[in-house]
């Protein structure tokens, strides 16, 4: 299978960036993706990678894919109270995807 | 708003009942997936489902299972319930020939 990890808790101030890390272990999954699940919500795709690309920008989001690493990042650039969320990185390999267990993000205002 | 509904919001369950889940999509997703998200953990994958057919699954006992209708909805059927089986149950869909995957609301199952 896949193993996707990432760090349980990441705490920023308002209006600073967040950067939220993850690794995975197949070299084989084809994209990489980002999720927010907000208190008592489904899950929320912010953006993804297809594997064959190291940074895609969309607004205040950049997603960076360190493929030789396994390492993807999310960087959130002035991060707002409503960015306080549950981000989980997810890879997809064949048909399967393989999420991490979330980063708690707390934004301090 | 993705567009995927799931119903109902909350269950309760008794040890050893079943249940049937429910989830509808958009027109044109034909795939859709199933995971179980247990508190504070991420979505383990349960099945896929492609134009009808099962064509994918997780680490789940046969007494999980699910069916796929043409109209884009979907159903998840746990039988003989364990405590253990408590969770937030997510239903996600893809379009053909895309890589989006948008989840549903999720239910929420409580086995006691």
């Known amino acids: 299978g896949e193993d996707v990890e990432q760090s349980l808790f990441l705490s920023v101030r308002e209006g600073d960036s967040s950067v939220i890390n993850c690794t995975y272990t197949?070299?084989?999954?084809?994209?990489l993706y980002w999720y927010k699940q907000e208190p008592g919500a489904g899950l929320q795709l912010l953006t993804y990678?297809?594997?064959?690309?190291d940074m895609k920008q969309d607004q205040r989001l950049t997603v960076l894919l360190n493929k030789k690493d396994k390492h993807l990042s999310l960087r959130i650039a002035d991060t707002q109270t409503g960015d306080s969320a549950i981000y989980f990185c997810?890879?997809?390999?064949?048909?399967?995807?393989?999420f991490g267990t979330g980063t708690s993000l707390t934004v301090i205002p | 708003e993705t567009g995927v509904t799931q119903s109902p919001t909350h269950l309760i369950k008794t040890r050893g009942q079943q249940v049937t889940l429910r989830c509808s999509s958009q027109?044109?997703?034909?795939?859709v997936s199933w995971y179980q998200q247990a508190l504070g953990q991420g979505p383990q994958f349960i099945f896929q489902?492609?134009?009808?057919?099962?064509?994918g699954r997780g680490n789940f006992p046969p007494r999980f299972s699910g069916l796929q209708f043409p109209n884009y909805s979907s159903e998840l059927n746990v039988n003989a319930l364990e405590l253990d089986d408590s969770a937030l149950y997510l239903c996600?869909?893809?379009?053909?020939?895309?890589?989006?995957?948008?989840f549903g609301p999720g239910t929420r199952l409580t086995v006691t």
């Open positions: 197949d070299s084989s999954s084809t994209y």
């Open positions: 997810a890879a997809l390999r064949g048909n399967q995807f393989y």
């Open positions: 489902y492609y134009r009808e057919e099962e064509n």
């Open positions: 027109s044109g997703h034909n795939t």
């Open positions: 996600a869909t893809r379009a053909g020939g895309t890589d989006e995957q948008y």
């Open positions: 990678i297809f594997s064959n690309m």
